[in-house]
């Protein structure tokens, strides 16, 4: 059985539905190696995006200020 | 050059200018502190909820989970080292979706829940609390899957978008945690008692490691403090240790040390002791702790019967099952 959480070693590129189907059967204690049948992944995230996040992080001060 | 200091964690990492915390995801770009994976999970799946493990919230139900890189915690046993010992920027795969989109994505998979979780949700605080809020007013569910190693004012931010966490209690000793999660234990037990406070559905994970916190001064120890703390009704999940990591010279936890702990929990007076990571292993089904009648039969992360009347009272003695149903 897979230990809990632990499907990233594998997973941690989105899934396609064939990896879900892999993951739900798993889950079962059934182990497969299906290549079919399963929808589109679940969203269209789009891979490497080109725009660069810059959001502010909440929680923080300067060094210099007390805590 | 200024240095900033974050304080979203015990570790209060001063970061100078262009450098980054110990989580190693949170920047500081000349003197602004950046969370550099808003937005960018690495890994997005659909999960059962029993995987979380949430047993008493929503059971039988499908959670979109996800998880950006970095970690707050360097934990040698980690399962997820790939995803949570790295920083966003060493990953192969990052993605691009915005909060908004997971909200969107949830809804269209018929997902009534999210799930932050994989690596360690703290850390991608900003995307995690952005997303939840979201997803709040999309009438979806948060669950946050985590070691809670966490500062309270944070916390309590966060918990008012919470339904349910999971807690990985690590172990029951500052030593454990020292030496084998280069953490603290008393700022995961303040942010348990914090999460009941503020109404969120809380369980709690101990991973039985063998000869590092399977002495029944630990299981004991915890079990008695959630008992104390968190109330009878707090759901303990034991789970069975595999060899990962930095940690593979060590066995699989026997099962019987698991069931031993597991007796030795609902000795302490838990009501609700389960045993993760081992299929049929007899302590993976919820039983009425007023009648013993099984009220939901797992196999694996599978629910065989559900037999929970609605409100999830027990069909024989009509008394409500703590947790989550409907």
């Known amino acids: ?54 959001k502010e992080a909440d929680f ?8 | 050059m200024t240095t900033v200091v974050c304080e979203l964690c015990p570790r209060y990492c001063a970061i100078p200018d262009g450098g980054a915390g110990d989580c190693r995801i949170r920047v500081n770009l000349k003197g602004r502190l950046i969370a550099t994976t808003f937005g960018r999970p690495s890994s997005v799946h659909i999960d ?37 010992q790295r920083g966003g920027e060493e990953m192969e795969e990052i993605y691009h979706a915005p909060p908004e989109m997971i909200v969107a994505t949830a809804r269209a998979e018929r997902c009534q829940s999210i799930a ?39 916390l309590r931010q ?12 690590k172990g029951f000793t500052e030593d454990f945690y020292r030496r084998i999660c280069s953490a603290t234990l008393a ?67 026997p099962v019987d040390t698991l069931l031993r702990c597991r ?14 990571n081992v299929i049929g292993n007899g302590g993976e089904s919820t039983y009425c702790p007023h009648d013993g009648t099984l009220l939901i039969e797992r196999f694996g992360l599978v629910i065989k019967e559900n037999h929970l009347l609605a409100g999830g009272r027990c069909p024989v003695c009509g008394n409500p099952l703590p947790g989550v149903w409907t």
């Open chain 1, 60 to 67: 923080y001060r300067p060094h210099d200020r007390a805590g």
């Open chain 2, 187 to 253: 700022p995961v037990l303040r942010g348990l008692v914090v999460m009941r406070e503020e109404g969120v559905w809380v369980e709690v994970t101990l991973l039985i490691i063998p000869g590092e916190n399977d002495d029944p001064l630990q299981v004991r120890g915890l079990a008695r403090w959630i008992h104390d703390e968190m109330g009878a009704d707090t759901p303990l999940h034991l789970s069975r240790f595999h060899p990962h990591y930095r940690m593979q010279n060590l066995p699989p936890t």
């Open chain 2, 116 to 154: 932050y979780t994989y690596s360690e949700p703290i850390v991608y605080y900003e995307y995690v609390h952005a997303t939840a809020q979201l997803a709040r007013e999309a009438g979806l569910n948060n669950c946050l899957i985590s070691a809670g190693y966490i500062n309270e004012r944070p």
């Open chain 2, 48 to 84: 059962p909820m029993e995987k979380k493990p949430l047993y008493h919230f929503f059971p039988g139900t499908p959670i979109f989970s996800l998880a950006t890189a970095g970690c707050n915690l360097h934990c040698l046993n980690c399962q997820n080292w790939q995803l949570s």
């Open chain 2, 263 to 276: 007796q030795m929990a609902l000795d302490a007076g838990l009501h609700f002791v389960y045993v993760g």
């Open chain 2, 158 to 169: 966060l918990c008012r978008v919470m339904d349910a966490a999971n807690i990985d209690v």
């Open chain 1, 1 to 54: 059985m897979t230990p809990k959480n632990t499907d990233s070693m594998e997973k941690t590129k989105l899934p396609d539905r064939t990896d879900r189907r892999a993951f739900l059967l798993a889950g079962l204690g059934i182990a497969t190696t299906a290549v079919v049948v399963m929808p589109s992944s679940p969203g269209n995230f789009a891979a490497r995006p080109v725009e660069r996040s810059l």
